[in-house]
């Protein structure tokens, strides 16, 4: 199993009520890559990601997770399986603190342990200091680190991040970076929907260009220079 794919998307339709919105979505992520899905708004970035976790209203095609099919599976199953769903709202609850936020979520069944609350807190010091706080009382950055750190202590393996970067601070945004280069390091796989192309251009190894729910462009990180005209094309990067 050691070549196994992380996530592989083969034809995945999919559909809000009548809304047709994916049409015929192909990916590929190997273990331990970071992949960012770029587009405009309305692309079909989000639906694919809620199309992964089995969170739109209808899927056809297939989504295979470590080498299993879950295009027929509930979504408590499908995260099992090893994934984290982060998104762009963050669902942090008002009326817990922010340590109780990080408990809320049962540990997966993975047979894989997640990081441990101490782990959590070296990687997110801010969380640390302010683990009695009110969860909506913490800044937008800490908010977005609180549902990061809540995944991976779950023992989630594979990431679903959407706009993490998105109306924070720059400084806010440089830390996101260090966490995704060093869950990276630590065998971690992430795929990203990101509207902030500098902040993923550095990050991913791979990149998928959305548009009107397709995929319309691939490449390696290696050919990123090459493919500026046409990301400033269908960007406007």
């Known amino acids: ?53 089995g969170l739109t209203g209808a899927r056809k095609g297939s989504i295979k997770v470590y080498g299993t099919e879950t295009i027929s599976m509930p979504t408590h199953r499908i995260a099992h399986l090893g994934l984290g769903y982060c998104p762009e709202e963050r669902g942090i609850f ?25 782990e959590i807190y070296a990687m997110f010091p801010n969380l640390a200091e302010r683990k009695t706080s009110q969860g909506t009382r913490l800044s937008g950055g800490e908010q977005q680190m609180l549902a990061v750190a809540r995944i991976l202590r779950t023992g989630a393996k594979l990431l679903l991040l ?18 995704i280069t060093m869950l990276r390091a630590k065998g971690y796989t ?32 290696a050919e990123l220079e090459a493919k500026m005209p046409v990301l400033n094309q269908l960007l406007g990067v």
């Open 1 to 53: 199993m050691a070549n196994t794919p992380a996530l592989e998307i083969k034809g995945l339709q999919a559909w809000y009520g009548e809304s047709h919105v994916l049409h015929g979505v192909d990916m590929l992520v190997q273990p331990g890559e970071v992949v960012t899905l770029l587009g405009r708004n309305g692309a079909g970035r989000t639906s694919t990601l809620r199309a992964i976790m």
């Open 94 to 118: 008002s009326s817990l603190s922010c340590e109780e936020n990080l408990m809320l979520p049962p540990a997966l069944k993975t047979g894989q342990a997640g990081m441990s609350v101490d």
């Open 162 to 179: 959407d706009e993490i970067s998105e109306g924070l601070a720059p400084v806010i945004v440089q830390a996101l970076a260090r966490m």
């Open 190 to 221: 992430v795929v990203m929907v990101e509207q902030n192309f500098r902040f993923a251009a550095p990050l991913a190894d791979r990149f998928y260009v959305m548009e009107h729910g397709r995929i319309v462009e691939r490449f390696e990180a």
